[in-house]
Structure formats: structure tokens, C-alpha cells
């Protein structure tokens, strides 16, 4: 659903705190029933790669230096490369004009709206920004510090937790100047097919607004490759124009702390938003920049990870299918569980911490309040599987324990 047309008002869809704070409002007071099990936040747990001591090393000089805003030609190139490779584009990417590195793909997620806003022009005073319902939180800020009027679209399983593109309307189109939408979506794993992706993109040239593709868990997949915004335009022609796709290393490399992503698509668009970013982002690190050149020429240590994410899901499966049937999601490495059977996400988050030492994330505090008081993330909890396989395995166990005695 669309949420229904009210007066604007600024910051109305954003979170008054980010989830995990909500959640420890929540829990406050409450004592664990078992020794605590962490399965909340999204920050990979697997090693890092092995060279990125070596990469830093040969390449500390470069903290001495200001790094230019586009970043170094050795960054642009790689991840051409790697998209081209990942993709199959032929070449399509423009190393010099189509590729920027950023502080980590939420800077850049969050400074998109605004480049939207100000190069689309469309002389509104709050043009609309549409993101997905559950999303990720930074999105409700891109629209807040775009003074953009947001409107979510709740991302459902009869829609394989998509936005519903059969929602809008023509003059809502016409007024969106910003569309996130996350493939694989965080968090319930699926992913948009290139079918999704090629109407989008012909609604985004119709209408004239930019789409803001998060593609952070594009490598964190179970069996096949999600499709890609970008290899989803080729056919359609003219290049990349309103598309912007991000992506880091955080998932694909377990280098959360590096803060180094990229924004990739349309040059023009991008072109321009360098100048901005020259004025109001920070750099990227050079150093950060060679990690990221050698972490992208290398796919071993990114099968390596997704097989150990893998191995955690075909657990999940095992433990908990029997009660709750299919589980595994197309991609990402978190589980998102229909807990309606025993109560809202939030009772159940209350109980698993009381009864069973877990502590999980409710749906509801991902996602934000349609005008009509609903929420899609109401009946839901997300899992974590970013721990190791023994600790994932018996925090999987208190849970099926758990169902099974309170079902």
C-alpha cells in the first residue's frame, strides 16, 4: 500500500531513534532468561580478508594526503571492472565520470536525495522521496534532509517484499525526484528480477526522477547472482541515465569499519553530484581506496564468506522448518520470521529475551507507522546470522525450543 495523502510535515516518517536504540528502550530492566545471545545487528562476524594488514601497510603515505573527491583512477577503474565483470555490461561503465567512492554506501544514500532534489529541479518546495516499508532507517533521513515528503510503500510477501510499482500513480510520479529501493532488500532477503528493475527505470525516465539502487548484499546469496539495476538498463538504452547504484565493502568483505562503498550509473548525474560532495562530503581515504582496489580484484575470500553464511542458513532450515516451514531467504544473512503464532514481533522480542536469552529485532521497529496505524513489520522478527555457525546454532535451537513450548 501507498500511505494515504496528508498535509506535509517535516520528518513525519522519520524514526525518532534508529532501531537498535528503540530496542534497548524496550529490554530496558528486563533480565536475560539463558546467558545472552546477540542476533540483532547486521555487522559481519567473519574474518577479513587476509592482505588487508599487507594492502594498509604499503600504502600508509597516503594518510598524509587529502584525497580527491572522485577519488584515485586505480579505485574507478576497479570497480568498473568488477561491475562489468559482475554484470556483464561490455564496458558500459565510465570510469572517470560513472564511478565515486563514499564513506561507505550509507553516505552516499543519505546525500542522494538532495543531489536529486536540487539537479531534477521540479520546483517543488517538498518533492516526494519513495522508499520501501520496512527499510533501511537512512533512507527516512535522505527525505528529512532533502525536505522531501516521504511516501512509503509497504514491501509485502504477495509482492516478494518489493515496493508495489501498481501503487502509484502518475501525479505522485510526477513529484518524485528520489526512489530507494534495496535488491536484495533488507531485510527479508529477496530479490528484484530484471523484469522489476526495467520497469522501474522506464517509470524513473518517464516520470523524471532518480533511482537509488542499494545493492549491499548483491554477493551475499544463497545459490544464484541477483540481478543488477545496471545490467537491467543495458537493453533498454541510453546508458544509465537515473540510476544510481551503491555497494561496499561492509557485507561482500566483512569491512564494515572501513567505511569505503561506491556509487556507480549515471554520469551526468554523478558528475555533478562530485561537485556537491567536493563541498559538503568527506573523502575517502587512499589507503581505504587500495584496500578496496585488491578486495574487488579478489572473488576467493567473497565465496569463502558467502559459503559460511550458507552453512548457517541450511541450519536454519534444519531447525526451524519443521515448525515454521521455509525459512531461507534468496539472499542477505538475515532471517525474517512470520512470529504472528505467538504475538506481535515486539511481545515475542520481550519474551525471547525473558524466556530464552535471545535477543533478536522486531519488524515493526524497521519499518515506520502507515497514516492508517498499520505497519508491515508488525508480525515480524529479524534474525541476525552474522554470528559464528556454533553460536547461530544454539541461539536457532532456544528459538525452535521456545515456539514449541509456547505455540
Known sequence: MTASPKPYQRG?????????????????????????????????????PS??????????????????????????QAIAAWLDKRYDLGGAVDEDHGVLPLNGSREGLSFGAIAARDQLDKGLDHPVVILPNPFYQTYAAAAHVADGEAVLLDAVAGNNFLPDLDSLNDDLLDRTVAFYVASPTNPEGYVADIAYWQRLIKLARKHRFMIFADECYSEIYRDTPPPGILEAALPLGDGFANIVVLNSLSKRSNLAGLRCGFAAGDPEFLKRWAKFRGLAAPQVPLPAQAVAVRAYQDEAHVIENRCLYNEKFAAAERI????????????????????????????????????????????RFLASDQSDGSNPGENYIRISLAAPLEQAEIALRRLANWMGETE
Open 12 to 48: 513525519v516518517s522519520l524514526p525518532s531513534s534508529n532501531p537498535f536504540q528503540r530496542l534497548a528502550e524496550l529490554l530496558e530492566g528486563e533480565a536475560a532468561g539463558l546467558d545472552p545471545i546477540i542476533m540483532t545487528i547486521g555487522e559481519p562476524q567473519h574474518a577479513i
Open 51 to 76: 592482505f588487508t594488514a599487507e594492502v594498509l601497510m604499503e600504502n600508509m603515505a597516503g594518510f598524509r594526503k587529502y584525497p580527491p573527491i572522485n577519488g584515485s583512477q586505480e579505485f574507478r
Open 320 to 363: 526451524l522448518g519443521p515448525i515454521l516451514g521455509p525459512v531461507t531467504p534468496e539472499a542477505g544473512f538475515f532471517l525474517w520470521l512470520d512470529v504472528s503464532r505467538w504475538g506481535d514481533g515486539v511481545s515475542v522480542t520481550k519474551a525471547l529475551w525473558r524466556d530464552a536469552g535471545l535477543k533478536v529485532l522486531p519488524g
